[in-house]
Antibody
Framework: QVKLLQSGAALVKPGASVKMSCKAS????????VSWVKQSHGKSLEWIGE????????NFNEKFKGKATLTVDKSTSTAYMELSRLTSEDSAIYYC????????WGQGTLVTVSS | IQLTQSPSLLSASVGDRVTLSCKGS??????LAWYQQKLGEAPKLLIY???SLQTGIPSRFSGSGSGTDYTLTISSLQPEDVATYFC????????FGSGTKLEIK
């Protein structure tokens, strides 16, 4: 069955960067887009961007251009998202998910930005 | 495309028929999905393409709508349906609604 296993929670300082992972199993990783979604505490969901593992092609929500970098490692079926120049506004749970309309989700990675 | 969900909070009794609304700022062309999110969990896909029931989802959940106006209906509310429900459009970019929190009266 399809599984998306995300890396653990991170506590990072303002101005720093964080890189999280999403390991896929149960399907052909290179055949489907992987998306990332942000959920701030108690709030709704925002689509950040997506990456096509086979080619590395990416699409982004304009709001997250320059903030998020998406990469993959095809050899381990793992997608990565790096967030840079972190502020308190970046504190949130980040989910990886599959191709829209997102039937499969990771368990989420909690990022806390605090000094 | 912006999505407006109403109401933001809904309280209903077990067995009630419940209707949640999602309105788009533009035509969504039926590329509309619904998710259920329970506390501490990732969202779960319930409905896609307006009215297609995701595998494994109980038949008491149904979706309808067209153009800019869409609805999620729970035919008989169960205690395990307590959650926040989000609509999501994928016709033009990808955007989520602000959610409807559903609780038992």
């Amino acid at each position: 069955q399809v599984k998306l296993l995300q890396s653990g929670a991170a506590l990072v300082k303002p101005g720093a960067s964080v890189k999280m992972s999403c390991k896929a199993s149960g399907y052909t990783f290179t055949d489907y887009w992987v998306s990332w979604v942000k959920q701030s505490h108690g709030k709704s969901l925002e689509w950040i961007g997506e990456i096509y593992p086979n080619s590395g092609a990416t699409n982004f929500n304009e709001k997250f251009k320059g903030k998020a970098t998406l990469t993959v490692d095809k050899s381990t079926s793992t997608a990565y998202m790096e967030l840079s120049r972190l502020t308190s506004e970046d504190s949130a749970i980040y989910y990886c998910t599959d191709t829209t309309p997102f039937a499969y989700w990771g368990q989420g990675t909690l990022v806390t930005v605090s000094s | 495309i912006q999505l407006t969900q109403s109401p933001s909070l809904l309280s209903a009794s077990v067995g009630d028929r419940v209707t949640l609304s999602c309105k788009g700022s533009q035509n969504i062309n039926n590329y509309l999905a619904w998710y259920q999110q329970k506390l501490g969990e990732a969202p779960k896909l319930l409905i896609y393409n307006t009215n297609s029931l995701q595998t494994g989802i109980p038949s008491r959940f149904s979706g309808s709508g067209s153009g800019t106006d869409y609805t999620l209906t729970i035919s008989s509310l169960q205690p395990e349906d307590v959650a926040t429900y989000f609509c999501y459009q994928y016709n033009n970019g990808f955007t989520f609604g602000s959610g409807t929190k559903l609780e038992i009266k």
